[in-house]
């Protein structure tokens, strides 16, 4: 039987509160009660409105006007069936981030058709079937929309979402044959993620060696499977909320090592955030500190990718409640941006909050009103309301913007849930 949840600068050695007890971790997440917070029925939306608005932002940037509204759009078919992808229009590439975040939002809303579209795309124009290749087993992180890659190597926080939204998937709609048994896919892909030999091989930036996506030590997300830089990571690929899904549908002899890496993410995201801001950097060092890359210093700073770590830790204490760090961490966030000026925050800033400029952008203020699914001051539902009043994003930078804010629509609606097997949400 099918079954879904339904509603509902840091340095290594900073002090920091201690992991929670299992007396602190009493309450109960989404995933157990079947209870997802509709937090804009908190905030004093009519549900009728919610799906309104939920509806109408899926067809605005799935099936709106290509020129200014679309990020998906519609390339033929093959022998698969239809295929279609999302277009990162600003960079004018496609991204395993982008179609894995399709994919999610595809599966949340039964939008089969799109899901299967886009998993077709990356099948047949992303993922690397060479065994000889070092990113065997993975997405191309970035490819044209011709489907050549610009870089052949992955970002792997595409291989998160792909694999946990065809586990969903599997539970929604069943498992089919080939690209469709949805289940047998994710967990080919899962296997890779963590046991994934090294493999030394010819790319288009020359030779390279990659290895696994999880560091079997650190328990750990890299940064990227290339042994240059695998011994580092990115705050925003930390997905414990996923993990625990791994831990229960995952391949049984991996279950343990899942488990104990949403702990790991839930220490982490403890460590790495600033200590009177939260924020967090773009890219880390495996003990919390900063990660200035030699190619892109400011990836110290609170930049693009590191919008998504409140969300990453505010959804895996709704779906799941076990560390109440997580509360604090959303609410101290919620009350650095407050002082910075609900109408004017900017989005980029130094661990420490100095503004960086960027301006006021909708993705943050996406993943600024999911961090309210922790925060428990009343502050939070005047980041819901932010949210709420935002447009659906157009323009040339529709696309990081625009799915940010789609899956932010679902977690503030209570729609984003684990779909999991009947008996599998203890």
Same mark, same amino acid.
């Given at each position: 039987?099918?079954?879904?949840?339904?509603?509902?600068?840091?340095?290594?050695?900073?002090?920091?509160?201690?992991?929670?007890?299992?007396?602190?971790?009493?309450?109960?997440?989404?995933?157990?009660?079947?209870?997802?917070?509709?937090?804009?029925?908190?905030?004093?939306?009519?549900?009728?409105?919610?799906?309104?608005?939920?509806?109408?932002?899926?067809?605005?940037?799935?099936?709106?006007?290509?020129?200014?509204?679309?990020?998906?759009?519609?390339?033929?078919?093959?022998?698969?069936?239809?295929?279609?992808?999302?277009?990162?229009?600003?960079?004018?590439?496609?991204?395993?981030?982008?179609?894995?975040?399709?994919?999610?939002?595809?599966?949340?809303?039964?939008?089969?058709?799109?899901?299967?579209?886009?998993?077709?795309?990356?099948?047949?124009?992303?993922?690397?079937?060479?065994?000889?290749?070092?990113?065997?087993?993975?997405?191309?992180?970035?490819?044209?929309?011709?489907?050549?890659?610009?870089?052949?190597?992955?970002?792997?926080?595409?291989?998160?979402?792909?694999?946990?939204?065809?586990?969903?998937?599997?539970?929604?709609?069943?498992?089919?044959?080939?690209?469709?048994?949805?289940?047998?896919?994710?967990?080919?892909?899962?296997?890779?993620?963590?046991?994934?030999?090294?493999?030394?091989?010819?790319?288009?930036?020359?030779?390279?060696?990659?290895?696994?996506?999880?560091?079997?030590?650190?328990?750990?997300?890299?940064?990227?499977?290339?042994?240059?830089?695998?011994?580092?990571?990115?705050?925003?690929?930390?997905?414990?909320?996923?993990?625990?899904?791994?831990?229960?549908?995952?391949?049984?002899?991996?279950?343990?090592?899942?488990?104990?890496?949403?702990?790991?993410?839930?220490?982490?995201?403890?460590?790495?955030?600033?200590?009177?801001?939260?924020? !967090?950097?773009?890219?880390?060092?495996? $003990? #919390?500190?900063?990660?200035?890359?030699?190619?892109?210093?400011? @990836?110290? /700073? %609170? &930049?693009?990718?590191?919008?998504?770590?409140?969300?990453?830790?505010?959804?895996?204490?709704?779906?799941?409640?076990?560390?109440?760090?997580?509360?604090?961490?959303?609410?101290?966030?919620?009350?650095?941006?407050?002082?910075?000026?609900?109408?004017?925050?900017?989005?980029?800033?130094?661990?420490?909050?100095?503004?960086?400029?960027?301006?006021?952008?909708?993705?943050?203020?996406?993943?600024?009103?999911?961090?309210?699914?922790?925060?428990?001051?009343?502050?939070?539902?005047?980041?819901?309301?932010?949210?709420?009043?935002?447009?659906?994003? !157009?323009?040339?930078?529709?696309?990081? $913007? #625009?799915?940010?804010?789609?899956?932010?629509?679902?977690?503030? @609606?209570? /729609? %984003? &849930?684990?779909?999991?097997?009947?008996?599998?949400?203890?």
């Amino acid at each position: 039987m099918l079954a879904a949840c339904t509603p509902a600068p840091v340095t290594a050695g900073s002090a920091r509160a201690p992991a929670p007890s299992e007396d602190a971790t009493a309450a109960k997440g989404a995933v157990a009660s079947g209870q997802y917070p509709d937090l804009f029925a908190e905030a004093g939306y009519r549900r009728e409105e919610t799906e309104a608005k939920v509806e109408a932002a899926f067809q605005q940037l799935f099936h709106g006007n290509g020129t200014d509204q679309a990020v998906y759009y519609e390339a033929g078919s093959n022998a698969h069936g239809p295929l279609a992808y999302i277009h990162d229009v600003n960079s004018d590439d496609v991204r395993s981030e982008g179609m894995s975040y399709g994919m999610m939002i595809a599966v949340q809303l039964d939008r089969k058709a799109e899901f299967d579209a886009i998993w077709n795309w990356a099948m047949t124009h992303m993922y690397q079937d060479d065994p000889a290749h070092p990113a065997h087993g993975y997405f191309a992180w970035s490819v044209g929309t011709d489907g050549v890659a610009n870089d052949e190597m992955p970002a792997p926080d595409g291989e998160e979402y792909f694999i946990t939204a065809l586990y969903f998937a599997a539970q929604r709609w069943g498992d089919g044959e080939g690209l469709r048994d949805y289940s047998a896919q994710a967990t080919r892909l899962l296997t890779d993620v963590l046991h994934r030999e090294r493999i030394t091989g010819t790319t288009a930036r020359g030779e390279m060696t990659a290895m696994n996506l999880f560091d079997r030590e650190a328990k750990m997300v890299r940064f990227t499977p290339d042994v240059a830089n695998a011994a580092h990571t990115d705050a925003s690929y930390h997905l414990p909320a996923f993990y625990e899904i791994w831990a229960r549908v995952g391949p049984e002899a991996d279950r343990d090592f899942w488990r104990q890496a949403a702990q790991v993410s839930r220490d982490y995201f403890a460590t790495a955030s600033h200590p009177s801001t939260a924020l !967090t950097p773009d890219y880390g060092n495996f $003990d #919390g500190s900063p990660w200035a890359a030699p190619w892109r210093p400011e @990836s110290a /700073d %609170f &930049r693009y990718d590191a919008w998504r770590s409140a969300m990453n830790w505010s959804v895996d204490w709704s779906w799941w409640a076990r560390d109440p760090r997580q509360i604090e961490l959303s609410n101290r966030l919620q009350a650095f941006f407050e002082a910075q000026g609900m109408d004017s925050y900017q989005s980029l800033y130094t661990l420490d909050g100095k503004p960086l400029g960027g301006g006021r952008t909708t993705g943050l203020i996406a993943t600024n009103a999911v961090a309210s699914l922790a925060a428990d001051d009343p502050r939070r539902l005047a980041f819901v309301r932010a949210l709420w009043e935002h447009p659906v994003p !157009t323009g040339q930078h529709r696309y990081y $913007d #625009g799915m940010l804010y789609m899956m932010a629509l679902l977690h503030c @609606s209570g /729609d %984003f &849930r684990a779909w999991l097997p009947e008996g599998a949400d203890g």
